[in-house]
């Protein structure tokens, strides 16, 4: 998929507003070595161009309605380059500070624009991929957490509102999230996704569980001497001992 | 906190005039009869002790202040309070004369005290008629610097949300995404990026004009909001309408400046910006007598969460409502998982 530098970059442009979109095709359009190969004005469209098309680099904007651009960084971050573009936001800025991202300013200036370029295709010749847990997790006000789960099914994404899920399974390289009778896989370890939630609301009762608390009916011990959590539709799911303390410590 | 006990050097001036009321006493006494060293004796002691019992006078000036308690309601527990104090007077003088008694080698004769009982008794209600006095100048003292405590913190709060408001006109994500859209527009549509540079000069100017002054006619706030949404829909495109039905009634009215652009912000930053295809922000203003009704409605995305930064900007307006209008102006919310609303309520002063 990453193609050798000599030949033509595809890039896709992602933003909300059109002139945005506008001046980025201006300033590319002339370089015979890139190709603009789609603009989207939303994070889902971006998710769907990079599932279909393939593009080598997203120019992705941070502010976006439904899906912002750290949103979709973790949705498609394995399968494109991504360079941030921003007019301003604190949050962001800091992020990128932080884990040394590259981004544009707006508003920037064709030069910019190419050494951005120059830059993007350094990364993607030595198959370099932007932390993107790591950066959501830094673009994210202090003390606030994830309201919600997106999930990433080849071209679609899954919004799970946090209240909808009764708990988090791992398995092997991923985690699988139990939502309204169906299960969604992520890319991600359950560690990673334990510290993104609430610990006030989600538990991690075992090794490989973490449960949205709302869900447990009560605790039950069964005949081996193991405790097990009974959920609120029978399931069960195993509790480890130090899963059992944390689980006393929330009731 | 009682305000002599609080501070020591207060408690130790207090005490010190004890002292000099128990010399006072002595000397009438010693006219009376007694020597120096019997008045002394019996007096110094218990003057101390009444001191801190003196100092119960608070919580009657507390309980019956004199502003709001009648006269005959101040005079009688004022009354009923000095004598019961002065009656525990008494008791220490009692008390005392016994130590004493129990004490010979002091050479104390104690005979004669219990002839001046009367005398101490009037004494005592005096003393602390006197220290309630003291109590009530006290409690008048800190109810003014309160007052003026108080009127200097809301000068702060107008100050600071003037300050405030000036910094939220150069919200620098709007400005940078109005160059950017500048930038975008001069080579696509030159006239276009010329608008949006005298559009982005005047709202400048306008913000920079009204916010040096108290207040301004809901006019002007109104024409500088149609700025505001005229930039923003550069920048947004179809996505952004604006429906408005203004009162020309209204057009007079005195307001604060800055006072709808924050709210007319909120509605585009919270509102408008987080949904795909964008909707229309209401904006209605009423006159009816010599109130002054101002709504502001914007849908919104139902599965965002609502922002936490919206409260501080909502919070400004609010404050320099009540810094203008005090009790009489209101600021309401309605907020719904699609849709917010602002109401104002206030009182429409105008020049003529």
Redesign the interface.
């Known amino acids: 998929m990453t193609d050798a530098p000599s030949s033509r970059l595809r890039v896709a442009l992602v933003d909300?507003?059109?002139?945005?979109r506008?001046?980025l095709r201006?300033y590319l359009t002339p370089m015979e070595d890139v190709e603009v190969i789609a603009e989207c004005?939303?994070g889902f469209e971006a998710v769907k161009v990079v599932s279909e098309l393939h593009p080598d680099l997203l120019f992705l904007d941070v502010?976006m309605?439904?899906l912002n651009g750290f949103e979709v960084l973790e949705l498609v971050g394995r399968d494109v380059a991504v360079v941030f573009v921003t007019?301003?936001?604190q949050y962001a800025l800091r992020a990128f500070e932080v884990h040394a991202v590259d981004y544009l300013?707006?508003?920037f200036s064709p030069e910019r624009l190419a050494d951005a370029l120059t830059r993007a295709r350094e990364r993607l010749r030595r198959g370099e991929r932007l932390p993107a847990q790591e950066l959501v997790a830094a673009a994210r006000?202090q003390s606030?957490r994830a309201?919600?789960i997106l999930v990433r099914d080849g071209s679609r994404v899954h919004?799970l509102?946090l209240e909808k899920i009764d708990y988090v399974q791992a398995q092997d390289d991923y985690v699988c999230f139990r939502c309204e009778g169906k299960d969604y896989l992520k890319d991600q370890t359950l560690t990673q996704v334990e510290a993104s939630l609430d610990p006030g609301r989600f538990v991690r009762i075992h090794r490989s569980f973490l449960l949205n608390l709302d869900r447990l009916a009560r605790v039950e011990t069964d005949e081996r001497e193991n405790r097990v959590a009974i959920l609120t539709d029978g399931r069960r799911l195993p509790v480890s001992r130090s899963g059992y303390t944390r689980l006393s410590a929330r009731l | 906190m009682h305000p002599i006990l609080a501070r020591a050097e207060r408690l130790a001036s207090y005490l010190a005039a004890w002292l000099v009321v128990a010399v006072l006493l002595a000397a009438v006494l010693t006219r009376q009869g007694l020597t120096w060293a019997e008045a002394l004796a019996l007096l110094l002691p218990i003057c101390l002790v009444y001191g801190f019992v003196c100092l119960s006078a608070w919580y009657v000036c507390r309980a019956t202040p004199l502003t709001t308690s009648g006269v005959m309601r101040v005079l009688g527990s004022s009354g009923l309070a000095a004598v019961v104090a002065s009656g525990v007077w008494i008791g220490l003088e009692r008390m005392w004369t016994t130590v004493l008694d129990a004490l010979p080698a002091l050479g104390v004769s104690t005979a004669q005290y219990e002839a001046h009982e009367p005398f101490l008794f009037a004494a005592g209600v005096l003393l602390f008629l006197l220290a309630l006095t003291v109590h009530y100048l006290l409690l008048a003292f800190e109810f003014a610097r309160e007052a003026e405590r108080r009127q200097l913190q809301l000068e702060v709060l107008a100050r600071e949300a003037e300050l405030r408001a000036l910094r939220a006109q150069l919200d620098?994500?709007f400005l940078?995404?109005s160059?950017?859209?500048?930038?975008?527009?001069t080579?696509?549509d030159p006239a276009g990026a010329r608008r949006m540079c005298m559009l982005l000069a005047d709202f400048l100017r306008d913000t920079l004009n009204v916010s040096s002054r108290d207040q301004i006619p809901l006019a002007e706030e109104l024409a500088l909001t149609d700025r505001f949404l005229g930039i923003e829909q550069?920048?947004?495109?179809e996505r952004l309408r604006v429906e408005r039905h203004v009162d020309a009634a209204a057009a007079q009215c005195r307001v604060p400046p800055l006072l709808l652009q924050p709210l007319v912000e909120n509605a585009v930053t919270h509102g408008i910006?987080?949904?795909?295809e964008g909707g229309v922000i209401r904006l209605d203003v009423a006159r009816q007598q010599g109130r002054l009704s101002i709504a502001i409605e914007n849908p919104r995305?139902a599965?965002?969460?609502p922002p936490?930064r919206r409260g501080v900007g909502l919070d400004n307006v609010r404050q320099r409502l009540t810094v203008m209008f005090g009790g009489d102006a209101r600021l309401e919310t309605q907020a719904d998982p699609g849709r917010f609303r602002v109401e104002l309520a206030l009182p429409c002063f105008t020049d003529d």
């Open positions: 909300d507003e059109a002139l945005a506008a001046v201006e004005a939303n502010q309605p439904k007019a301003y936001d300013l707006k508003p006000p606030s309201g919600r919004v509102p | 620098p994500h940078y995404n160059l950017n859209s500048i930038s975008a527009l080579a696509v550069v920048r947004f495109g910006a987080g949904l795909l995305d599965d965002t969460p936490s």
